[in-house]
């Protein structure tokens, strides 16, 4: 890899030739573009960073710069979430709308592909699939759980937390559906409400 690269901070590079000096001539195959690197400060590149793993662990060589250039991959590729096993989510702001991403045919996907045994998170790393672990959790622990979401600022957390709590009474309204019976019993103040009147509070914090 190549450090403390002008522009993209890491990047990965072939090695072309070892000088006298023992420094290594490492080449930008994007740009063509040659850097002189200790080799004290050349690390491994996996190749399947090249490429962008959706599960950072899966990398036989982590470090900063494979970490950075795989969600870097990932983020070109409209794929903003990267995960790091099961429990935790890394997420870039897209600045964008990102067709499908939030959509109800993606949050059905999410309920209808439950976790395989060992795995506590579903189908592919999404919001959705942190809120589904967390909510399968709470059902099978019989315990609270929560999920923590932190960032800096504009990093889209005020977003994340009511994609979360979309997601939740989602799942609230489809457990109403299959039992007429229990829904009729709950408090009409559903969960769907309280996010609505969560989301100035959600703001608030957002802003300040």
């Not at 063509?32 to 004290?40: D, H, K, T, V, Y």
């Not at 494979?66 to 409209?78: G, K, P, Q």
């Not at 903003?80 to 997420?91: A, D, E, K, Q, W």
């Amino acid at each position: 890899r190549i450090p403390n690269h002008p522009i993209a901070g890491y990047l990965p590079g072939r090695v072309d030739a070892t000088g006298e000096d023992g420094v290594l001539v490492v080449v930008d195959e994007d740009s063509g573009q040659q850097f002189r690197i200790c080799q004290a400060d050349a690390q491994a590149v996996d190749p399947a960073c090249l490429a962008g793993v959706e599960d950072l662990l899966e990398l036989s060589d982590f470090n900063e710069a494979a970490l950075l250039h795989n969600i870097r991959v990932r983020y070109f590729s409209e794929k903003i979430y990267t995960g790091i096993g099961t429990p935790i989510l890394i997420s870039v702001n897209p600045y964008q709308d990102i067709a499908g991403l939030y959509s109800k045919a993606c949050q059905a996907h999410y309920r209808a592909n439950p976790a395989p045994p060992g795995n506590q998170v579903s189908a592919s790393v999404h919001l959705y699939s942190v809120a589904d672990a967390a909510y399968k959790a709470m059902l099978s622990e019989r315990t609270n759980q929560a999920i923590v979401i932190s960032g800096e600022s504009g990093s889209g957390k005020t977003e994340a937390t009511k994609h979360m709590l979309a997601y939740l009474a989602d799942m609230q309204r489809a457990a109403q559906s299959r039992n007429h019976a229990t829904a009729k019993t709950l408090d009409k103040r559903t969960v769907e409400q309280q996010v609505l009147d969560a989301s100035p509070v959600l703001e608030a914090f957002g802003n300040a």
